[in-house]
């Protein structure tokens, strides 16, 4: 407890000292949203809908999502119905890690959300989703992927929690898995 | 050669000379040494946390990425993906890549602690556990990590020609995901290799292999399956692939099922078993490729060939039962006193990598990693944390864990990095100035040292991408050191 206490007393020194964005100045976002060409799965972040007159008022719709970083902070944002969490917390520069860049290959832009309500909303995540959510740290059972969480009108008003992993992996004995 | 590498050497001291005078003296020099995530995490986070920080990362290979680039399987691109955001690390104006420059022979730890404020040691582990049993040395036994390495271009281990031709089967032991990935390209077609980045000499030793067998062993059961259900699941999708699980191994008990109530993996892992194997046919068809998951049995021997001298047949193993350790909720293989052989031409042990020790370090060689306090290393004799040196990544924490588990790794030893230079900064201990990059350089050049700049591992990449477009791979790799550096060298 006492380390865990301390090391979050270390985060907030770092939080205090960043000035420098979450990315450095050569970052263009559209590098951070590509699609990746091997996913197979690529469907299902697709964002193209088939209806014609549907499509122009979704695109123009937006909802409001609220982030809520691991010392409690929250940023509200405004995410494009369609726009995937991972790709709307880049747009708006929450620190949300993306390392594969949502080709459903890593576990670091593990979301939780915080409503069950809202989480239910949610289509059910596929078993490769499920496989890297075996990974992430601070597991929830309300625990998505930011990449597979796409912005749809039901969801306005959705609030999603950043895991506080480093508390985890210092203190709670967390047993990595082998890559 | 040699006029070449100390002439570029000049123009690069002098450029780093002219870029460092405009920065402000009170910089905090860092230095990372070894640029596979673990660095590069640890990189980024001080960058960001630091605006004076001015952060070198050192590699004692010509290209950056460690693991990424030599660890992580061909089949899976995605996963290198992250990659792009390593290049950015490197592009930030206060970061700089040198790639072959070896700590203990380039440079030395004791000159790097006083030509920089911090440094952390991110260099892995480049070495293997070893099972300590007889005949461990005979030809056709090697580590997995040197398989991985061969398949994957490692400029060390290019040459390892791994004889694939004179055997059906091959026995990997262990049942992570270095196991499966090993496994995995021992299985697939060729034809789908050939349009990864696998090395060219990997492609065709595979593409003449006549093995299509592989027998995956572990000493414990299917509950205790060290490997991740995204990489079983990959496996046993291999097209046309006869998988043998035995039922009878597929009992559990209830400790076994307390075991997989508290751990999602392995129940997912265990779930995936038992799907393949009430799935598969009873007997492979004729030509088919076999891999064989082979629980509860431990190496006790390897067995040599009659024919070829030196060369393995096959392994002796104990068969074992499952034993709780009192109290953990753990359980370890026992031997049971019955034994069985398995032939086989090849044999991958992926029981674990090891870091390696250097002079000056403090290590824990039971462990195989040096001891720290979230990542302060900790001197030999007193607990006591040595100054401004610290460790991250496999080389701190053993070598287990996905990419992602490096960011938290890094999080923690930037944390106490923070801390450390908090408690200092009363007493101005970063007033004093410390050379940096431009006292690195000046040494690596007196020792004629060629550096690998970052933009002299695009003309690599470039190069790499260019070979590759040729024949429809992303990159064909450079697998040899003296091509590396003469590409670097343009």
């Known amino acids: 407890m006492l380390a865990s206490k301390s090391l979050r007393l270390g985060a907030q020194a770092i939080k205090g000292l960043t000035r420098v964005s979450h990315f450095p100045k050569s970052v263009c976002p559209t590098t951070l949203t590509r699609r990746n060409p091997y996913v197979q799965d690529g469907e299902l972040f697709s964002t193209t809908a088939t209806g014609t007159a549907d499509v122009e008022n979704e695109e123009k719709q937006k909802i409001s999502v609220t982030f809520v970083d691991k010392d409690g902070e929250e940023t509200q944002i405004k995410v494009p119905v369609g726009m995937s969490m991972l790709e709307a917390a880049h747009e708006n520069d929450i620190e949300l890690e993306g390392a594969c860049e949502g080709s459903l290959a890593c576990s670091t832009c593990h979301v939780i959300v915080m409503d069950v309500e809202q989480y239910n909303k949610l289509e059910e995540p596929t078993d490769e989703e499920n496989d890297m959510l075996d990974l992430a740290f601070g597991l929830t059972e309300t625990s998505r992927l930011g990449c597979q969480v796409i912005a749809k009108p039901e969801l306005d008003g959705l609030r999603l929690a950043l895991p506080a992993a480093t508390r985890n992996f210092a203190v709670d004995g967390f047993k990595p898995k082998p890559h | ?490």
């Open chain 2, 1 to 490: 050669m040699l006029y070449l590498r100390s002439s570029s050497m000049a123009t690069l001291t002098a450029m780093f000379s002219r870029k460092f005078s405009s920065l402000t003296r009170r910089s905090l020099r860092v230095c990372v040494v070894g640029s596979g995530p673990a660095g590069f995490y640890t990189a980024e986070k001080m960058l960001k946390a630091y605006d004076e920080a001015e952060v070198d990362i050192i590699d004692r290979l010509p290209t950056p990425f460690g693991l990424v680039r030599s660890g992580v399987a061909p089949d899976h691109p995605e996963t290198k993906i992250v990659i792009n955001q390593f290049s950015r690390v490197a592009h930030n104006e206060r970061c700089s890549f040198f790639g072959n420059v070896t700590l203990g022979s380039s440079i030395f730890l004791s000159e790097l602690r006083q030509i920089y404020h911090v440094v952390v040691l991110a260099y892995g582990a480049e070495s293997d556990r070893v099972l300590g049993i007889p005949g461990e040395e005979l030809s056709g036994v090697h580590s997995a990590r040197e398989f991985v390495w061969w398949y994957n271009g490692h400029p060390d281990l290019s040459q390892l020609a791994p004889d694939l031709k004179n055997t059906d089967t091959a026995i990997v032991l262990g049942q992570g995901n270095v196991a499966l990935d090993v496994a995995r390209i021992l299985l697939r077609s060729p034809a789908e290799l050939a349009v990864t980045d696998i090395a060219s000499h990997a492609l065709s030793a595979l593409r003449e292999s006549s093995i299509r067998k592989v027998y995956l062993v572990g000493r414990r059961g299917p509950v205790q399956a060290a490997c991740t259900a995204k990489e079983l699941r990959e496996i046993l999708a291999i097209k046309g692939l006869y998988v043998n699980i035995k039922e009878a191994d597929l009992l559990i008990t209830s400790a076994d099922e307390e075991e997989m109530k508290n751990n999602r993996i392995r129940r997912r892992v265990f779930d995936l078993l038992s799907k393949a194997s009430s799935s598969s046919h009873p007997h492979p068809s004729s030509g088919q490729k076999e891999l064989h998951f082979t629980f509860f049995r431990k190496p006790e021997k390897f067995l040599e060939s009659n024919d070829r001298n030196g060369h393995v047949a096959g392994l002796h193993f104990e068969k074992t039962t499952l034993k709780e350790v009192e109290g953990s909720g753990k359980q370890i293989a026992a031997g049971t006193g019955q034994y069985e052989d398995l032939e086989c031409g090849l044999v991958l042990k992926s029981i674990g990598y090891k870091s390696l020790p250097i002079d000056g370090l403090p290590f824990d060689h039971s462990k195989g990693v040096v001891p720290n306090i979230r990542g302060r290393v900790l001197s030999c004799d007193a607990a006591q944390p040595e100054d401004g040196l610290y460790v991250c990544g496999w080389l701190k924490r053993g070598p287990t864990g996905i990419i992602a588990t490096n960011l938290y790794d890094a999080d923690e030893t930037v944390a106490s990095i923070s801390e450390d230079i908090k408690r200092k900064e009363p007493t101005s201990e970063f007033a004093i100035t410390k050379p940096g990059r431009e006292g690195l350089l000046q040494l690596l050049e007196s020792r004629m040292v060629q550096v690998v700049t970052f933009r002299d591992w695009e003309k690599i990449d470039s190069e790499e991408k260019r070979l590759g477009s040729l024949i429809g791979k992303p990159r064909e790799k450079v697998t040899d050191w003296r091509n590396l550096l003469e590409i670097a060298a343009k």
